[in-house]
């Protein structure tokens, strides 16, 4: 499990990365290329997704992949929930609330990418709403209640006998 949430932690950094560069571009962002190579993701256009974020006059934010990268923090969510055995608790319950509110991301980057979402990276400009991003990414958004439920995840795993 503790692969998956490496996993899961990586892709919702750089999610986080380009929605913040894309609202303070800085010449030189964070770098999660070494993540990604230690993860063995072997796709390398990643590295390039806080630069090519960009935030329109209207607020609305591109970030470059979104599709890709969203359908792997849902993908992820689903393997911890299967390795957990969470299927009918809470945190369970918890786990397929954020799939639900990711697919929405998905729905408004692109309609019908919810069900048919890239397993590759397609670049385009897919521009979210600054709000919707924002209850996704922001300081308190679903990303950092995501990953407090999986590393008090990985603690109680951590504890169970046989670990």
Known sequence: MELHI????YFMDLLETGYHHALHPDPLPRSLRADR???????????????????????????????FIVTQISRTLEAIADDAGLSGSAAGE??????GTLRRVLEQASP???????????????FLSGEILDE?????????????????????ESVRPGH
Do not use: M, N
């Not at 990414?137 to 679903?142: A, E, F, T, V, Y």
């Open 112 to 126: 019908g990418s919810a069900t048919a979402a890239p397993d590759l990276p397609r670049l385009g400009d897919i």
């Open 136 to 156: 996704v990414c922001g300081p308190k958004g679903l990303l950092q209640t995501i990953a407090g439920q999986c590393e008090a995840l990985l603690a109680v």
């Open 37 to 67: 190579i230690a993860l063995g993701i072997d796709v390398p256009e990643l590295d390039a997704v806080p630069l090519w974020s960009v935030k329109r006059r209207d607020g609305a934010v591109a970030i470059p992949f979104v599709e």
């Open 94 to 99: 918890d786990l397929i609330l954020a799939r």
């Open 6 to 9: 490496r996993r899961l932690r």
